[in-house]
């Protein structure tokens, strides 16, 4: 092919690709408003949009209201075009949701199978994501890929658990999942994985603290609007922070580290009932002992966030499990603690809560070939 030839069609790429981006970052968008705001012309634009719509990327949907003339017609993404599993391995079960193209969980299940590093155990993750496929009438070309958010440190590559001491999955491999899936498979930390979900839901933060307060703990430190890894992957380990050198035993061998405060384990175990009932028993207010053990929680937990915000000024996100159990009343009750002799202090709009609660890992995972896609157009 010629220079010129060549030019042309990646002219034509690079038109088309700005076509979709822009219908799908103003989420509804007229003719008229594409032409304006990309300064294309209007035969482009109109060419691109029917090259789109061929494609099945786009689809004109209803009309605007008319400021005088004929009314525009709306324009906007198929958000089911493509869509992308997300998996969120746990000790004791696996969640599963499915996602389309703007992130939004559309569908979700949890599987109630301990893991073990065993054939059968990926066998039977493996049976359950195609049965799961198979129950929810997803045609196999509209998945990007599964994408697998797992307890424990990855390796820079995304395709072995580096350090996986509450699971005992140190080893696990990608390859474990994908030879059994005829699809793209990813694996993640689910700390980052989650991270990843609050960064997408708040894409105008440059840094935040993530508090993934999941059964187990975790977290994550967004710089510069991406996730830090660091050198050994292991950025935003919160939970091993110590904070108590006396404190009760972590399971990574030393003693006092967070997550032995600020889990959802270590709440359930302080509390002596599980989450679902400690909550609702907890908002009746009429037990001292439970609102004690509640207060020992979110002080440990603004213990940890005001030191944070020492090395990372920054918002604090809170996400996970427990973040949908938080109130109004909870968090002016941390930015008090926090703020509490603190020489900077943290404002009210300075810690967010995440609002996907158990599915986070898994939904954030997710987002890994959603965003491929969106790119690749
Ligand atoms: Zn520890």
Redesign the pocket.
């Known amino acids: 092919m010629n220079e010129k030839g060549f030019t042309t069609i990646t002219l034509k790429k690079i038109n088309k690709s700005k076509v979709y981006q822009y219908v799908y970052k103003k989420k509804q968008t007229s003719k008229l408003q594409i032409v304006q705001d990309l300064q294309m012309g209007l035969s482009t634009v109109s060419q691109n949009l029917n090259l789109l719509e061929k494609e099945g990327l786009i689809e004109r949907n209803g009309y605007f209201d008319s400021t005088g003339g004929r009314k525009a017609q709306a324009i906007q993404i198929v958000s089911d075009f493509r869509i992308s599993i997300g998996i969120g391995i746990l000790k004791n079960m696996f969640h599963i949701t499915t996602v389309d193209l703007y992130g939004n969980s559309i569908c979700t299940d949890t599987t109630p199978v301990p893991y073990s590093n065993t054939v059968d155990y990926y066998d039977q993750v493996a049976d359950n994501i195609k049965d799961f496929i198979l129950k929810n009438n997803y045609d196999s070309e509209k998945i990007l890929g599964i994408s697998i958010a797992t307890q424990g440190i990855i390796s820079p590559d995304n395709t072995t658990v580096t350090y996986g001491s509450i699971m005992n999955n140190t080893g696990m491999n990608l390859e474990d999942f994908s030879r059994r899936l005829p699809y793209p498979c990813h694996l993640e930390h689910d700390s980052k994985a989650a991270a990843y979900l609050e960064l997408w839901n708040h894409s105008d933060l440059d840094s935040a603290v993530i508090f993934l307060l999941n059964r187990n703990l975790g977290g994550a430190i967004i710089t510069n609007h991406a996730i830090h890894h660091g050198i050994s992957m292991h950025s935003g380990s919160i939970?091993?922070m110590?904070i108590n050198p006396d404190g009760p035993l972590?399971?990574?061998?030393?003693r006092g580290?967070?997550?032995?405060y600020c889990s959802a384990n270590s709440l359930e175990h302080s509390a002596q009932l599980p989450v679902k009932e400690f909550f609702p028993l907890l908002r009746k207010k009429n037990s001292p002992y439970l609102l004690q053990i509640w207060e020992d929680y979110l002080n440990h937990l603004a213990f940890a966030m005001k030191n944070l915000n020492m090395v990372i000024d920054a918002p604090i996100i809170i996400s996970g499990y427990l973040a949908p159990y938080f109130t109004q009343e909870d968090i002016e009750y941390l930015l008090e603690r926090i703020n509490s002799a603190a020489p900077f202090k943290l404002s009210r709009e300075h810690i967010l809560v995440g609002a996907h609660g158990q599915y986070t890992p898994a939904i954030g995972a997710a987002l890994f070939f959603v965003e491929q896609f969106i790119m690749s157009i």
Do not use: Q
């Open positions: 939970e091993h110590c972590c399971y990574c061998g030393n580290c967070l997550e032995t």
